[in-house]
Structures are given as structure tokens and as C-alpha cells.
């Protein structure tokens, strides 16, 4: 008997949804000869970064820097790796093998450990740009044309703060005591939206200092995804995140939305492959910082390694899948990238010193490696202090504070790419107090109900006192909310 063609089951005819396919997936080479470079690559940023965007001396950067090497990136658990280099290169760097050239006129930083090399070189508008072995980024660093406030604008749509008044004996005390157990802090300034009212500097800071940001940067971003919603570049954080290589509808990357990214539950990983020949999944933390790559196409080429939304793992690679976005964004609609990104939110601020990193690609990274004034960090806060309204203009979707500054889920403190103080991490802080941070205690502090902003700096790899700054701003809110 012949089988009727509407029974046939051998073939299934149905028809297919037009698309590309997955995207390759991103393999991380942990040998110990990738981790060498890698380890290079970081120290001549660090040194770019000190020295010709911070525009600290050779000295004082030398006396900052801290040799850190690249570590394989680990499992869900986070747990240390297994294998490190540490103690080789501490060895290495002890006998002189690693050397540290700089070279003002050029702007740029080298450093050699035997055979490896590292480059970075900095350019105004793209902080340091991390070369790797290469001697020349991929793409022209051509000035870009920003928007910088009036002179003598009054703080904080411009840049000039009127002398503060002596503080409160309590809050010197407290000061005194920030800077006495935190030798790494640039300085730490409080301010209400209207003014500065107070900020104090180390030797090595100064007002008009840009210091690392590193992922107070990934706070930025996300203000950013706010600003196109709200211009209607952008639906909704809840729609499939329009990455440009995820453009396959049958793709498991379509499975992740924007808040997904931004809440760190992307579910995004990559294969690791380890110099004894075996492969794990990693999920990634600093590789973007050392790698002279092209940090967006990288992120967008992860695997999904868990159902997108249902586990927290702090990556960085979800947020250059952001950047990409907003690259894209821009581009499709025929303007000016670099102009642009700046234009929609730190020169809308006027937010004159903020400059991002840009990757060898020439991508300004989405995830962290920017820098700023105190000051200018500041405006961020005010910003949210305000609703998300500047100068009397809205800038942000009306409900993006509370969106953005709310913990994800009961028993968690992370946020929209910012942190909150409901598991009291600060304990003499109101519980709905909400910071961006980054590493080495970078932190911009919003106190919504107090009307108050703390933007404090540090140098890489140095301790900060958090119980003495948990007391510092418990004071300045006792003094000056």
C-alpha cells in the first residue's frame, strides 16, 4: 500500500524561517603563553592610563602600579582558577625581566616581559587604546568634535563650583579619617543637585583630574539604552536585545532581552580552552581589558550558557553586546558614531572630561575603562537625583530611576548595572541608597530621599577604607541633608 504524501514522516518539508545562523563562537586561549600577553597588554594600559589620561608622573604612577596578571576565567561558581601566573611574573618583575618603557611625546606605554610586548597609546576621545603586539590601532583616531559647557557655567550644567565653605567639624573628622586608612583615593566629593558641597583631593588628585572609572562605566551604558528608549530609537528593555550579529530569529540569543543585559542574567559564557588540552565554559570578567580585539564583535559571538534571565553572573561581555547596539543604532540612521555617543548623554551633562576607551576596532568599550573629574561623575548622580530631567528637559523615560536603581529580585542587590544597599553592604546607609561602581571601590552614591551624591575615585589595585567611607557619607547625610 502506498503511503498517502499528507501521512509522509520522513522528511519534515516545513518550511524554514530565513536568517544567517548562529554566530561562531568566541574561543578563550588559556595558555600560559595567551596569559603572558594578556598580563603585558594590561600593565601598558595601566601605564597609558596613569600617565596620559590621569596625567599622573612616571614616579607616582610607578609607585600606584601593581603588577596583575591575567587570570582563565571561571565557572558559575566564580571560583579562583586553578592555574594562575602570578607568581612567574612576580618573579619576572622582581629579577627585571619585565620592563616598563613610556614615551610622553607619543603617548604611549610598552612593556616587555622577554619576548612578549604589550602597547597602548592614548588619543583624546578614546582614553587608552590597547595595541597588544601591534603598533598601530585598526582604525584613524581622528579628533572628535564635542560639546563642552559655557565657561564660568555654574556647576553642574557647567564647571564652575563656588568655593566651599569649611564643613562641619564632624564630617572633617570623618574626611580625615577617609584619607588616612584609603591611600589610593583620589578625592571624594558631595553634592546636592544644585551644588558642590564639599570635596577634598589627594596629592596625586586634583578638580580637574579625570580618574579610572573601570565599570562605573557599564552605568553610563545603561543610562544610555534609557536615552534611546526615550527617544524612540528603542522599544522596550523587555524586547529581544537587537545585537547586529544576532540577527537570526531561530538564534537562542534572541532569547535575551536588554533588561536581561543589563541585569547581568544573559546567560552569556564562552569555551575556554586550557593549555592541557581541556575545555571549559568561562564566564568572562577582564578580558576585554586585555585583549587587543574588537570587544563587540567578541561579546556578541558568546555561547548562551544558561536560560537567559535565570542566573546572576557578572560579565562584561553583555555589556559590549549594548555597545554594539548603540552603535549600530547610530550608524543605521547615518550619523556620526563617536559625536553621537557622546552627544546622547556625558556632553548632554556637560560632562567635558568624560572620555571612554576605545578598543582596537575603534569601539568605545561599553563595559568599563572610562574616565572623569569628580565632578563630572557627580552629574551623573544629579541626573538621577532629578528623575532623569536636565536643565529642565527629560532625558530619560519617565519611571527609568526607580527601573534602573531597583534590585532585580528579592534577596539580591544588583540592579539595572547598578548596585543597592539592601543586603547593607554600607550599614549606616538607608536601605534604597544606590551606587554605580567599579573596581577598586570607584563609586558614584545616589540618595534619592536625602537629595545628596558622593562621587569617589581610586586608584587601581589599591585597598579603599569602605567602613570609614559607610561613615563618611552616614556623616555628610547627618550634616548636610
Not at 520522513?10 to 524561517?17: A, G, K, M, S
Not at 607616582?60 to 591575567?70: G, K, M, Q
Not at 534572541?254 to 544573559?266: E, G
Request: aromatic residues 8%; contains cysteine; neutral net charge.
Amino acid at each position: 500500500m502506498t503511503q498517502p504524501a499528507w501521512m509522509e514522516t520522513i522528511f519534515d518539508r516545513t518550511p524554514h524561517l530565513s536568517g544567517t545562523g548562529p554566530v561562531d563562537p568566541i574561543v578563550y586561549d588559556a595558555s600560559a603563553a595567551a596569559l603572558r600577553q594578556r598580563t603585558v597588554n594590561f600593565a601598558a594600559k595601566r601605564y597609558a592610563d596613569m600617565m596620559f589620561v590621569s596625567g599622573l608622573d612616571r614616579a607616582t604612577a610607578d609607585r600606584h602600579f601593581r603588577l596583575r596578571v591575567a587570570q582563565v576565567p571561571s565557572g558559575l561558581s566564580a571560583h579562583a582558577p586553578e592555574a594562575s601566573i602570578q607568581a612567574e611574573a612576580d618573579a619576572a618583575f622582581a629579577a627585571g625581566r619585565i620592563i616598563v618603557e613610556t614615551d610622553p611625546a607619543a603617548r604611549q606605554a610598552t612593556v616587555r616581559w622577554d619576548n612578549t610586548v604589550g602597547h597602548a597609546l592614548t588619543r583624546p576621545g578614546y582614553g587608552s587604546i590597547l595595541l597588544g603586539p601591534h603598533t598601530a590601532p585598526a582604525f584613524d583616531p581622528q579628533p572628535i568634535q564635542r560639546h563642552r559647557p559655557a565657561p564660568n557655567q555654574p556647576w553642574p550644567l557647567g564647571d564652575a563650583v563656588e568655593p566651599a565653605k569649611a564643613p562641619p567639624a564632624p564630617f572633617a573628622a570623618a574626611l580625615d579619617a577617609f584619607f588616612a586608612g584609603s591611600p589610593g583615593a583620589y578625592g571624594v566629593l558631595i553634592a546636592t543637585p544644585d551644588r558642590v558641597l564639599a570635596e577634598r583631593y589627594s596629592p596625586f588628585g586634583a578638580p580637574d583630574r579625570a580618574t579610572p572609572s573601570w565599570s562605573m562605566t557599564k552605568a553610563i551604558t545603561c543610562t544610555v539604552i534609557g536615552r534611546l528608549i526615550h527617544d524612540g530609537w528603542l522599544a522596550s528593555m523587555h524586547d529581544p536585545a537587537p545585537a547586529p550579529l544576532w540577527s537570526d530569529p531561530r538564534d537562542i540569543h534572541r532569547l535575551i532581552t536588554l533588561d536581561h543585559l543589563v541585569r547581568m542574567r544573559s546567560g552569556l559564557g564562552f569555551p575556554v580552552r586550557h593549555g592541557d588540552g581541556r575545555t571549559t565554559i568561562g564566564f568572562e570578567n577582564s578580558a576585554v581589558y586585555q585583549e587587543a580585539g574588537n570587544a563587540f564583535e567578541s561579546a556578541q559571538r558568546s555561547l548562551v550558557a544558561t536560560i537567559p534571565g535565570s542566573v546572576f553572573r557578572y560579565v562584561n561581555s553583555g555589556m559590549n553586546v549594548l555597545g554594539a547596539i548603540i552603535r549600530d543604532q547610530i550608524e543605521r540612521r547615518g550619523l556620526p558614531y563617536y559625536q553621537t555617543a557622546y552627544g546622547l548623554l556625558v556632553d548632554r551633562l556637560g560632562m567635558g572630561s568624560y572620555q571612554h576607551s576605545a578598543d582596537m576596532a575603534g569601539n568605545l568599550i561599553a563595559s568599563g575603562a572610562g574616565y572623569a573629574t569628580l565632578r563630572d561623575y557627580a552629574k551623573l548622580g544629579v541626573l538621577y537625583l532629578n528623575d532623569g530631567v536636565w536643565n529642565r528637559e527629560r532625558l530619560l523615560p519617565e519611571g527609568w530611576v526607580d527601573y534602573a536603581l531597583t534590585p532585580t529580585h528579592t534577596g539580591t542587590s544588583y540592579a539595572a548595572c547598578f548596585r543597592s544597599n539592601v543586603n547593607g553592604a554600607f550599614p549606616d546607609l538607608p536601605a534604597d541608597t544606590a551606587w554605580a561602581a567599579g573596581a577598586s571601590d570607584q563609586k558614584i552614591f545616589i540618595l534619592l530621599r536625602h537629595r545628596l551624591t558622593v562621587a569617589v575615585s581610586n586608584e587601581t589595585d589599591h585597598p579603599m577604607d569602605m567602613p570609614a567611607l559607610n561613615r563618611l557619607i552616614a556623616t555628610a547625610i547627618a550634616c548636610f541633608a
